[in-house]
């Protein structure tokens, strides 16, 4: 829809573009708080962080090519996987989905100008970097974390983990925390207070209820996480005894508070992908989602659910019969929420006008796999099934297909989806396609002979196994799988890569979205609409008479908000709109407190207390300079 | 039922069911580890009783909110056109769309959360308590 | 019953909206207060924070029954059963500072600074004898038992210090709040602040009583 | 097993399922409407309820009425009185200690017993989290400081079963394994008589002077040969090694050859295993293998 901008429009186009002006050059990167460029500073961090995760999986799969290879050392392979986990879980997919994708997208489609607290937005980006810095000085000196992502103690006490390798882990997590947990806070408060008026709960597209979902998820899972975190720290530092049995603690406190957060984190990994799905399949099969309620439902329960589950992780630790089942119930049912999800977007392209673009092609292959992750999954809920394949290959390829096929797949397929939008340019689409194949074909020949090997009784974690077992051949093919998957991911980032010079202009809407993200220009500008547009339904970019609407209050200079970096303010329901906010622009502290507190964690790490009080004291001024402007932008 | 219905009874329909269940999860959890964790004799609590007792009020809540999620469908299906715009997410105007989408939510919320509620509820008391597994 | 038509409110621009950031005088930002239809956003963010502090607190409370249901003694052999008098009595007191704070909101809203300022610094000391009471009763533990002999002390202490923090937070939180609206004036931007303030104490009373109620468990 | 069939089927026909109607789907591209059927709504609402809600929750009350109730209230964990006898097996960094109660056997990385016979393992651990897993005979079972978790073996075959550790516990996690072998009860009763009774005394000069050199190097501090004065507790019982078929946890053949080499360069088979090169001379070396290699 070609937005004709009247005389008068473009006058107050220019004034909100005056208005709204980035500080040009490094520096207005690093003191920016507008939400895209810190949507794309996270996509970058993500992605490089991808790449590092990928190797490290790439190593070890070179290593288990044959057996009793030993291209890495047994402690390089642990520290390997343990990486590998922390960065793919930690560093790749939650920044990647709610830093970069949720940052970029969700105040575009819910008409917004800025997401509710833009400087606490800067603040979650740059103490991300920071842990993912700290992490990967682990891993430089040669002290990476070596207990698995799971960490379980007391493998991970002082007594059998000596060097600070864990204490990487410990502070990395925590401090990544914080990063998170503020994040949430930022995303549930955008998405309950800055809707455009009129996008009243039903109105919300279903993209904003998923990432709602997650940032729920994120702020009541992460305590968790960080209280065990805090007591494996104590113990290891000041000789505590938490998880210590000859002191009267408990190895298995540490392994339920780990997965009370552990689990809740899968769905935190894939809701997002949940989300981009519902993005990409209405404009693709050209129709509604079918039975729009249950859809979103679904997205939050799945969350909610969540929580009730994560003993099925412990099914062999010799629980009470009793205990195991109260999970059971929840573990099965879980799969409900999800299955209308799957069988409402089978059923929309099903019932739809399916135009199979790139974009819809990876979401197709995420239905696939997430079909296959969640029926083994289903068989892993059945107790005794469990406990017979549990921590043997046949998890590694169930959280695999979820995890990467079902979870990855979205955030392929939106790169490509919004990527005109980002950049104003086409990707290629044979290219696309082709690249499309070579993923799904190498994720399956990856992970799918995984089953198999658990099955027959290969643990995971092994960084070698011998010949005579009957092993070889299954791990020799994942092997060549892997290495297939990561020319298909390579093709990927190279198609975007020559798009992003040659690609052909994109246009505001290339694809007849359906959210409003389509109706501004690609990129969108810095105040993302000249005017607070009028929702009427969930899928306002095909209101047309909405948009005609918007193009004619331009005009007239109505709904502008063009006295400073203004943006409505509506109420959490109905989204009436209750007043006008004024939003702050380019603060340098935010990365000043990222700083502070990264020296915090890293003394901490080092054991040296009385320093990273220093730095404490330090974020508590910077917090105080934070606050010196109040919002007199 | 010409009015719109208060906000905390709304709520109460959509996620009664789910904190019910959150609640006898919780507390039968902690009977569990009280019981089965603790050296013979430190707790006698008669889990038993306890536990159906709790399942039993669990359930209980959950239908009620059952029922305010149900009532709060029909008050929103006077307006017909609202409940079937709403099914296919053409998000009619607040409040009645929005009471509707939630009055779908929450029937479906507490229909899963009784399910799991039961299942525990009988299951539970099925099996011989703290064997290990 | 009359069906309201799919395009009717659409929540566009009603007359009251107000520029809420542009009242910089107590009493604009009281009227904008007085406005608003929702909580404002300042509101909602210390809300949704406390959430994740509340699920902190839980976590650990739970963390302390679930080595408690493992032990043979709790407290273990050689450590004496808390004392209830002085914590109760400290308790009692700091949660008896959530109606000061109440107030204070309360007069936020109203518009009146000089209440504020008066009503939050009451609180502060007060609250701040509670802090030095309960660090004279940590030292007095510490000489009874160490964090370091077992799981008890180190659960014990662990909750007892982090809710120390937490009110230590606090007074900084109030430090702030008194010398902002002092000299920068009751705006809309501070007036939340003051909202957000009353909002974290009440919530810190509340884990303050769950925190007594558990630590002192063994002695009820 | 049945019940993994079972839901190996049930899976399949949602999956494929799922498949054809995205088979159908693609052959219908730019088509709007069902297949067939047109553009109906309710059918579309209809499929979503159906196979998203209705079947699911039949299927998965089945299933937890099956597995989770029905099977599990059926698995009651071994005990002394349901079962003909006990074995200890305490895990290690990284190899099994294993015990035979009320008779003196004790051996390291491999259970025997015999066929038909319900056995009671008992799994604890000396360090680390283990978990016991011998994946032809029975699910697995973690090995966890504080709990004394039992689990069942009751073979029905004579031969040899492979079991491995399947909890990670540190750098050889991937060097402890253990075998099982089942025999008849005769040849268990002799194995187990042998078993209990102390070790052999030397005969061969080159064995005697292969024990001295074992108590009196620091072999002797660390590993416990039943009968003499070596009564360490770090390593595995030797009191009869040679009647083992393997070394380190079934990582190499027990044979005169692997036992030097083992001796001699213990860290360069099994990377960051506790058992440190002594740095022997290759004569001491050999007489030491000599001696063990005597202890049937």
């Known amino acids: 829809m070609a937005t004709v901008i009247t005389d008068q429009g473009r006058q107050h186009v220019d004034r909100l573009a005056r208005i709204w002006e980035e500080r040009p050059g490094i520096l207005g990167w690093i003191t920016t708080t507008d939400h895209k460029r810190i949507g794309l500073m996270y996509f970058f961090t993500a992605l490089v962080m991808f790449g590092a995760g990928g190797t490290e999986a790439l190593l070890m799969r070179t290593q288990l090519i044959g057996p009793n290879h030993h291209l890495l050392s047994p402690e390089a392979y642990d520290e390997m996987f343990t990486m590998h986990g922390i960065t793919m879980i930690f560093l790749f997919v939650i920044p990647m989905t709610t830093g970069a994708f949720g940052n970029y997208l969700l105040p575009l489609m819910i008409g917004a100008r800025d997401m509710a607290f833009p400087r606490m937005n800067a603040l979650s980006y740059w103490i991300y970097l920071g842990s993912g810095l700290l992490m990967y000085i682990a891993l430089a000196q040669g002290h990476a974390p070596n207990a698995g992502w799971f960490d379980y103690v007391p493998l991970a006490s002082k007594q059998f983990d000596p060097g600070n390798n864990i204490d990487y882990y410990g502070y990395g997590l925590i401090f990544n925390g914080i990063s998170s947990t503020a994040a949430s806070i930022n995303f549930i408060v955008t998405i309950f207070k800055m809707r455009a008026p009129g996008m009243s709960l039903n109105r919300m597209p279903l993209f904003c209820f998923a990432f709602l979902a997650v940032a729920f998820a994120l702020l009541f899972a992460l305590p968790s996480l960080t209280v065990a975190a805090l007591f494996l720290e104590l113990d290891r530092q000041l000789g505590f005894h938490f998880y210590d049995v000859a002191f009267g603690g408990d190895p298995l406190l540490w392994q339920n508070l780990f997965w009370i957060f552990g689990h809740p984190e899968v769905y935190i990994i894939i809701l997002p992908a949940f989300g981009i799905a519902t993005a990409i399949i209405p404009t693709f099969a050209h129709r509604r989602m079918v039975f729009f309620p249950l859809v979103a439902l679904g997205e939050i329960l799945v969350a909610f659910l969540g929580f009730g589950v994560w003993v099925h992780h412990m099914f062999t630790v010799g629980f009470a019969t009793i205990t195991t089942v109260y999970f059971a119930a929840a573990s099965l049912i879980i799969v409900i929420p999800s299955g209308i999800q799957l069988f409402a977007w089978i059923a929309t392209i099903l019932t739809g006008t399916p135009d199979f673009k790139t974009p819809l092609l990876f979401i197709v292959g995420f239905i696939v796999y997430f079909m296959l992750g969640g029926l083994s999954g289903v068989t892993l809920a059945a107790i005794p099934f469990d406990q017979q394949v549990h921590d043997s290959y046949y998890v590694v390829a169930h959280f695999h297909f979820v995890i990467f096929g079902a979870a990855v797949f979205p955030i392929l397929g939106g790169m490509y989806f919004w990527f005109p939008k980002v950049t104003g340019r086409l990707y290629n689409e044979r290219l696309g396609k082709i690249s499309f194949w070579v993923t799904f074909i190498g994720t399956f020949i990856t992970f799918f002979p995984m089953h198999i090997v658990g099955i027959l009784g290969m643990p995971r974690r092994n960084y070698t196994y011998a010949a005579h077992l009957g092993w070889t051949l299954l791990n020799f093919i994942e092997s060549i799988g892997a290495y297939i998957l990561a020319t298909g991911l390579l093709m990927i980032v190279v198609n975007l890569a020559i798009s992003l010079f040659k690609g052909p202009p994109a246009g505001n809407d290339p694809f007849e979205g359906d959210t409003l993200e389509w109706s501004t220009t690609s990129p969108p500008p810095p105040y993302n609409y000249p005017v607070i547009p009028t929702v009427s339904s969930p899928y306002p970019m095909w209101d047309k008479d909405d948009r005609e609407l918007d193009n004619r209050r331009l005009a007239r200079g109505e709904g502008l908000l063009e006295l400073g970096h203004e943006t409505p303010a509506t109420t959490a329901q109905d989204a009436i709109w209750d007043e006008i906010l004024k939003m702050p622009s380019h603060s340098a502290w935010p990365p000043v407190t990222a700083l502070t507190l990264f020296g915090v964690f890293f003394m901490l790490v080092m054991a040296h207390y009385w320093i990273a009080g220093g730095f404490l004291a330090a974020c508590g001024l910077s917090l105080i300079g934070w606050h010196y402007k109040g919002v007199r932008v | ?133 | 019953m009359t069906e309201p038509s799919s395009r009717a409110h659409r929540g566009l621009h009603p007359p009251q909206v107000t520029r809420s950031s542009a009242a910089f005088t107590a009493s604009a930002a009281g009227r904008v207060a007085r406005q608003r239809l929702a909580q404002p956003n300042g509101w909602w963010g210390m809300a949704l924070f406390l959430c994740a502090e509340v699920a902190l607190f839980g976590t650990m409370i739970s963390s302390y029954f679930y080595l408690d249901f493992d032990a043979h003694r709790w407290p273990p052999a050689g450590i004496p059963d808390p004392s209830v008098l002085w914590p109760s009595i400290g308790t009692a007191v700091l949660v008896a500072m959530s109606f000061p704070m109440w107030l204070a909101a309360r007069s936020a809203i109203a518009g009146r600074r000089g209440r504020v300022l008066g009503l939050v610094s009451g609180a502060m000391i007060v609250q701040g004898c509670y802090l030095g009471l309960q660090i004279i009763l940590l030292i007095q533990d510490l000489h009874k038992f160490k964090p370091q002999g077992s799981a008890y002390g180190s659960i014990y202490y662990t909750l007892l210090v982090a809710h120390h923090a937490h009110v230590l937070f606090g007074l900084l939180l109030d430090l702030t709040i008194l010398v902002f609206v002092s000299f920068r004036g009751l705006t809309n931007y501070w007036l939340i602040g003051v909202r957000s303030l009353a909002l974290y104490w009440h919530v810190v009373n509340v884990i303050a009583v769950f925190v007594l109620v558990v630590t002192l468990a063994p002695s009820l | 097993m049945l019940l993994w069939w079972w839901m190996l089927g049930v899976a399949t026909i949602v999956f494929l399922g799922a498949m054809v109607m995205l088979v159908m789907a693609w052959t219908k591209r730019g088509v709007p409407g069902l297949p067939f059927l047109g553009e109906r709504e309710n059918l579309a609402e209809g499929l979503v309820l159906i196979f998203g809600i209705a079947i699911p929750l039949v299927v998965l009350v089945a299933l937890f009425g099956v597995s989770d109730v029905y099977l599990v209230g059926q698995t009651s964990p071994p005990n002394p009185k349901t079962t003909a006898m006990t074995i200890d097996v305490i895990g290690h960094q990284w190899w099994w200690e294993v015990h035979y109660p009320s008779t003196g056997a004790v051996t390291a990385n491999e259970i025997h017993i015999p066929v038909d016979t319900r056995v009671n393992v008992v799994a604890t651990t000396a360090d680390v989290i283990h978990s016991f897993w011998v994946p032809a005979l029975n699910r697995k079972i973690d090995m966890i400081p504080g709990r004394r978790n039992r689990i069942l073996l009751d073979a029905t075959k004579t031969g040899e079963y492979r079991g491995q550790c399947s909890q990670f516990c540190g750098v050889q996690h991937a060097h402890m394994a253990l075998e099982v072998f089942v025999q008849t009860p005769a040849a268990f009763r002799a194995w187990l008589a042998n078993m209990s009774a102390p070790a052999r005394t030397p005969t061969t000069p080159e064995e005697q002077a292969g024990k001295t050199l074992f108590m009196n190097s620091s072999c002797a501090s660390c590993h416990t040969i039943a009968g003499t004065a070596a009564a360490g507790t770090v390593g595995p019982n030797l009191t009869h090694v040679a009647s083992r078929t393997t070394l380190a946890a079934v990582t190499i053949p027990n044979t005169p050859a692997e036992m030097e080499a083992w001796i001699s360069n213990p860290q360069a088979i099994k990377p960051g295993d506790r058992m440190p090169d002594l740095g022997l001379p290759h004569s001491e070396v050999v007489e030491i293998t000599d001696y063990l290699e005597s202890l049937h």
Do not use: D
Not at chain 2, 82 to 108: D, H, I, K, Q
């Open chain 2, 1 to 133: 039922m010409k009015l719109p219905p208060s906000n905390t009874v709304v709520w109460f329909g959509v996620l009664g069911g789910g904190l019910a269940w959150i609640a006898q999860f919780a507390v039968n959890l902690a009977f569990s580890f009280a019981q089965c964790n603790a050296p013979a004799g430190r707790w006698e609590l008669p889990v038993r009783p306890l536990e159906i007792g709790l399942s039993a009020a669990a359930i209980g809540i959950g239908l009620l909110s059952m029922a305010v999620a149900g009532w709060l469908y029909l008050y929103t299906y006077q307006f017909k056109h609202v409940a079937r715009a709403e099914r296919r997410g053409e998000g009619s105007p607040p409040p009645t769309g929005r009471l509707n989408f939630l009055a779908v939510v929450g029937l479906t919320v507490n229909l899963l959360a009784l399910s799991i509620m039961v299942m525990t509820g009988i299951g539970a008391p099925l099996l011989s308590l703290c064997r290990q597994s």
